[in-house]
């Protein structure tokens, strides 16, 4: 039988699930068979030939469901089995006509580089930087007692061509791996 594609997501208010779940569809869409669960219910990695990991950046740091989903399984992910990573998000698209527009996509890549370089170990076959959503109303503690976020616009960033597009590549690449 053919080896399964792991898309595993961490997320805090669906965004980035829903991210995951366009990710998977596209991927199935391609030929593969795709298990889609969030990274702290998964427990082992042996049934698949590829994982793909989404998680969205809070306070500068990757959500911890995706650092200890890659703590946990750092055997599985060192002894050859590939990884994908996808993170979000940015939030402000700025005006678009100031150096400044680009440089919010450019600190979010920046974040997750160096969450990933806690981990010395880890080689991913690619990483995405996708945009992220954002609802004030939606605020927890203690972020909805700071008044510059509740007067934040709401905003979705999300490209969904884009991340399409980015699962379709990932397809291509993920083929040889999940029919092994
Ligand atoms: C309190 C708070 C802190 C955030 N911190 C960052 C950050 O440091 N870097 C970043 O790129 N995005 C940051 N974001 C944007 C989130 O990554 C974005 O809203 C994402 O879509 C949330 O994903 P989720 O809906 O799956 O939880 C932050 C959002 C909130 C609400």
Redesign the pocket.
């Known amino acids: 039988m053919d080896k399964k594609v792991l898309v595993a997501y961490a ?7 829903e991210v995951a779940e366009a990710v998977a569809a596209t991927l199935r869409v391609h030929g593969l068979t795709v298990d889609l669960q969030p990274a702290r219910d998964v427990r082992r990695l042996q049934d698949y030939s590829a994982v793909v990991l989404g998680a ?6 990757l ?1 911890k469901d995706a650092l200890r989903f890659l703590s946990r399984h750092q055997k599985a992910l060192t002894g050859g089995l590939p990884i994908a990573i996808f993170a ?4 402000e698209s700025g005006d678009g006509k100031t150096p400044e527009a680009g440089d919010v996509w450019q ?2 890549r920046k ?1 997750l580089d160096r969450e990933l370089a806690k981990y010395p170990w880890l080689s991913p076959a690619a990483v995405e930087v996708i945009g ?3 609802d004030p109303s939606g ?1 927890r503690l203690p ?1 909805s007692l700071i008044p510059a ?1 509740r007067q934040m616009p709401p905003s979705d960033l999300r490209d969904w061509e884009a991340i399409r597009g980015w699962a379709r590549d990932l397809a291509a690449r993920l083929q040889p791996a999940a029919s092994n």
Request: aromatic share 14%; proline share 7%; glycine share 14%.
């Open positions: 997320s805090t208010h669906g965004s980035t699930q969205p950046l809070y306070m500068f740091h959500h979000g998000g940015p939030i600190e979010t974040q992220g959503r954002f605020l972020w976020m």
